[in-house]
């Protein structure tokens, strides 16, 4: 018999939930799909080849199990449970973080406040 874990317990082990009352509360709200299928029950028990469907922030993850983890370890041995079968998120060259759109927020220039001052100084004579 293939070896098992509790859905809940699997996501907190692979360090997909920071605890597992999170991963359970995702569970229990039917935020997971288990092989296609919605999932409302915590204790579902799971193993490797089953794809796992939820969102995580504002991407869909689609995981399939490779292994059971048997404690919660560090990083590296938690993505060694898991392949991660969604597509890679397209890099968009509007929002690299090397040179963010500055859309006219923030301090003003030299010169700019040097008109913000003439302009205020007009205005009150």
Known sequence: MAEKLRLDKWLWHAR????R???????SAGDVRVNG???QKRSQMVGPEDVLTFAQGDEIRV???????HRRGPA?????LYTDLSPPEPRSKDKSPENPSFEGKGRPTKRNRRILDLSRARSLE
């Open 16 to 19: 997909f939930f920071k605890t």
């Open 21 to 27: 009352s999170l991963a359970a509360a995702r569970v």
């Open 37 to 39: 299928a919605h999932t």
């Open 63 to 69: 995981i399939q199990i490779e292994g059971i983890g």
């Open 76 to 80: 590296p041995e938690a993505q060694a």
